[in-house]
């Protein structure tokens, strides 16, 4: 359901948790867990927003202390000039406590409300009604079964240089980047004799829905492994149709960020066998299996290279980054420089300044 809606309606709906934009429950798997969406009118209940729940949080806490110091005022008119001090002194406190147990549900669908009636709904956050199913999902309702199937779909790459190539390095981009504009992080290097192609993840989303900004990403928690799986036969198919150019004698996969995570799995788990493989703010995916992967990602000449000002990558990070990866007896080079979260275009040609001159 779009458009604004009653106030009454809205905090009628919140006082008994429903979702206040179509009275659809359950909202909650548990006392204080929330789900993601209104199983009803799919509505997110944290609308894109970071840091959305500190609203809840401060709902929920000015009405637990509103109800203790209201409790107090009122107990010592009733009760004075002798007022309990003993039950004041222990009583409030565990109340101050409690409350906010108790009111914690009510507190989110509370500000939930308050926030639609400021902001309500749009198209693009709530399906209609036709659409919506019933307004009640309960727990009588059977679950769906799954079924899969693989389709044909298109994708695009970009490419720097490579006129005359003897070299080809693949560029993966981070969460949120486009292939276009990421690979001209590698102009410097993209001469001649080195094509750089950069493969665009196949998800899309809104990176900012008030501009519709897109962005892309290589995979999401929701079945990761398929997508896994997905982004590495595609990048396989690209690597197929840029290696069928005469003349290429060296790869070489380079990851920025999120990218990181891609190039590794697809260097452990794809066709590819690059002669380096370089990593740009990022590094090994926690998941993946040494023990089992080592060998293929041993081909490669790894390289980790992070800003000592990453903000994203404490020196606590590159700290367990290191002794995991000596741990499982992986060869590996870690290179530092004076820079954030970025490709320094400086460092890059000196990385490429190592590759053979036929690449130059």
């Known amino acids: ?5 009653p106030a009454l309606t809205l905090f009628g709906r919140a006082v008994r948790r429903r979702c206040p934009n ?7 798997r548990s ?3 929330m789900v993601p969406r209104c199983p009803s009118c799919g509505l997110e209940l944290n609308r894109e927003e970071s840091g959305y729940s500190l609203g809840g949080f401060w709902l929920n806490m000015l009405f637990a202390e509103g109800t203790t110091a209201v409790l107090f005022i009122i107990t010592l008119l009733v009760t004075w000039p002798d007022p309990p001090w003993t039950l004041l002194q222990y009583g409030l406190p565990s109340l101050a406590l409690l409350t906010p ?10 500000f939930l409300a308050l926030d639609l009636a400021v902001r309500p709904a749009s198209r693009e956050e709530a399906r209609t009604p036709d659409s919506a199913g019933p307004p009640a999902m309960t727990a009588s309702v059977p679950s769906p079964r799954e079924a899969r199937i693989t389709v044909p779909r298109s994708a695009r790459y970009y490419a720097l240089g490579g006129d005359r190539a003897r070299e080809a390095w693949f560029g993966l981009h981070g969460f949120g980047q486009l292939a276009a504009p990421f690979v001209q992080s590698f102009a410097p290097v993209a001469t001649p004799g080195r094509l750089v192609v950069a493969p665009e993840a196949l998800n899309y989303y809104y990176t900012d829905p008030k501009t519709r900004k897109v962005g892309a990403t290589w995979m999401t928690s929701e079945d990761r492994l398929t997508q896994i799986a ?6 396989d198919l690209v690597a197929d149709e840029v290696l069928t150019r005469p003349g290429i004698e060296r790869v070489e996969v380079h990851g920025f960020s999120q990218g990181c995570a891609t190039a590794v799995r697809w260097v452990a788990l794809g066709r590819v066998r690059p002669a380096r493989l370089v990593l740009w703010g990022g590094g090994v995916p926690p998941d993946l299996d040494l023990t089992r992967h080592g060998e293929a990602l041993s081909r490669a000449d790894l390289t980790l290279i992070i800003g000592d000002r990453d903000e994203y990558i404490t020196e606590k990070l590159v700290q367990a980054e290191a002794e995991r990866l000596e741990a499982s007896g992986l060869r590996y080079t870690l290179r530092r420089f004076q820079g954030g979260h970025v490709i320094p275009w400086p460092i890059l040609e000196e990385v490429a300044g190592a590759a053979p001159k036929a690449a130059r």
Do not use: A, I
């Open 101 to 110: 147990v108790l009111f914690y549900p009510f507190s989110k669908t509370l």
């Open 230 to 235: 997905d982004y590495v036969r595609y990048l």
């Open 1 to 5: 359901m779009t458009g604004r809606l």
């Open 31 to 33: 006392w204080v867990k």
């Open 22 to 28: 179509c009275g659809g429950r359950p909202l909650f």
